[in-house]
């Protein structure tokens, strides 16, 4: 049963990794690449979308670490997956404080009420984001080595 759940784990919280880096590398670009207000409308509904699903994958990621480490207490790698917990720890508080506040005034701009700033507000939320991949990447990577 351990076995599983690791697997698990492991898969959502990769799965996790990949649509945010898609976010920073793939999604972001694409959408600050198009004409007039066509790439502020992408990023207020990307914030809507991902505002809803994310902060439950997030915290459902956290869990799954967080029964993995009880679970397997006395099992080698234990230490890895407990570093691996605190990394996502860090990444939800990093949502909470850094980037949450961002997002919740982006997802509501139109193109007739977002602030003269948007465009820097959109540029400190991608920083935030690229150091969040960062962290959740080092989780990610800890869990896969744990299972060894």
Do not use: C
């Not at 697997?7 to 694409?30: D, H, K, L, Q, R």
């Not at 600050?32 to 809803?52: M, T, V």
């Not at 799954?64 to 890895?80: D, E, F, N, S």
């Not at 005034?105 to 969040?132: I, M, S, V």
């Amino acid at each position: 049963m351990l076995n599983a759940l690791e697997v698990v784990t492991t898969v959502v919280v990769g799965v996790m990794v990949g649509v945010e880096f898609s976010v920073a590398f793939v999604i972001n670009p694409i959408l600050n690449a198009l004409p007039e207000d066509s790439g502020q409308l992408g990023h207020a509904h990307g914030g809507r979308r991902l505002g809803a699903v994310m902060p439950v994958w997030y915290i459902g990621s956290l869990v799954l670490v967080g029964i993995w480490a009880v679970a397997g207490w006395h099992h080698h790698g234990t230490g890895l997956v407990v570093t691996a917990g605190a990394l996502l720890i860090l990444s939800v508080v990093m949502s909470i404080l850094l980037l949450v506040p961002i997002n919740n005034r982006n997802r509501t701009w139109t193109p007739e009420n977002r602030p003269e700033d948007w465009k820097e507000q959109l540029g400190r939320w991608d920083r935030f984001h690229y150091a969040r991949v960062a962290v959740i990447i080092a989780a990610f990577a800890l869990l896969v080595t744990a299972l060894s």
